[in-house]
């Protein structure tokens, strides 16, 4: 699988994305053939990673066997570690202070 080069950071090199698990593999190339920008890719590619190394540790388990099944476990496990809790939840705040 090639990936688009606007979606690799300088400081990578496409070999880097390539030892990515499969799951991660598809989302960088379903959001590069969306058009999606190389940050956004590059953000979600990390959460993706984080995840899939929270479930490899606490689980034992690859992300494709456990998908999204896990993920409320993880959250919990980013408000234990101090990340903020807007943050984990995924929720914004508009500059009016309304949530979405």
Request: charged share 30%.
């Amino acid at each position: 699988m090639i990936f688009s080069i606007t979606a690799i950071r300088p400081d990578m090199i496409a070999s880097d994305w390539g030892r990515d698990p499969k799951a991660i593999r598809e989302y960088v190339a379903m959001a590069n053939a969306d058009g999606y920008r190389p940050t956004s890719v590059e953000q979600g590619r990390g959460v993706l990673l984080r995840y899939s190394k929270f479930v490899r540790k606490k689980f034992r388990k690859t992300l494709g066997d456990v998908g999204w099944k896990e993920f409320s476990a993880y959250k919990i496990y980013l408000l234990s570690t101090g990340v903020s809790r807007r943050r984990s939840a995924g929720t914004c705040r508009t500059s009016r202070g309304s949530t979405f």
